[in-house]
């Protein structure tokens, strides 16, 4: 007699819960306190190369009484958000463009990859002769970190439409403003959300590096003036309230990605 066979579903991976997730980040930020602790306390590491973190907290408490890391973290947070807004926006509209003419991509392709060989620090400079040292510099430089990685998942997201949906379109005579709400948007959010991700973090950079050459305020100004009077401890709090708004806005944009792709993760469910 033939034995059944047997076909066991397949066990499919779960993503951790928001609660193990929250304890890893907790164990994981005690641990390297209590490392930055152990180096400084008994490393013979001396003060003024690595403050201990009570050091960093105390400047960090004092900075914060006298309103100045307060200032300092809005002049920076506004120009990221600007610089964020304006790199979305440019390398959204042009990756459709692109990616509705191959032929057009083909012709600027060549200039887009060019001008990412040239570091961005390298443009810094000319920026701040150009535009001054004031904030549209900033937010320029935070634009063109941006740009790049917005432009190149809008050209993915587009091209990921399948043929047989736009033929759809095509034969319900949709106009190119539905098919565009009603498709394109759709199947491109994943691919526009995740370059979002990355341009969040890279917003942050891009401002930074514009204070570092030629500031007057923000959290880069800080660190620049924290290294020239040799106060480590100063240096350490704006790398810390940088690290702060850099998970900010990344988890925000993660918030945004899982509130509005709830039926991309619907589907991969059911499949």
Known sequence: MAEAVQHEEPVVARPPSAAARVGFFV?????TLLAWYIVTRWGGVPGFLVPT????????L??????????HTLVTLSEVLA???????????????????PRAERLVSPYIIASQAIPIVAIAPLLIIWLGPGRPSKILISALIVFFPILISTIAGIRSVPTDLRDLMRSLRATRRQTLRLLEVPAAAPFFLGGLKIGSTLAVIGAVVGEFV????GLGFLVNLGRGLYD??????ALLVLIVMA??????????????????????DHR
């Open 27 to 31: 164990l994981l930020a005690a641990g």
């Open 53 to 60: 973190p009570a050091a960093v907290g105390a400047r960090l």
């Open 62 to 71: 004092d900075s914060l009484r006298d309103g100045s890391l307060v200032r």
């Open 83 to 101: 610089g964020l807004a304006l790199g979305v926006a440019a390398g959204a509209s042009l990756g459709y463009g692109l990616a509705k003419s």
């Open 214 to 217: 030629g500031a007057d305020e």
């Open 232 to 237: 480590t401890a100063l240096v350490f709090a």
């Open 247 to 268: 998970l900010g806005l990344y988890g925000l944009a993660a918030l945004i990605e899982r509130r509005t792709l709830t039926w991309h993760d619907a589907e991969k």
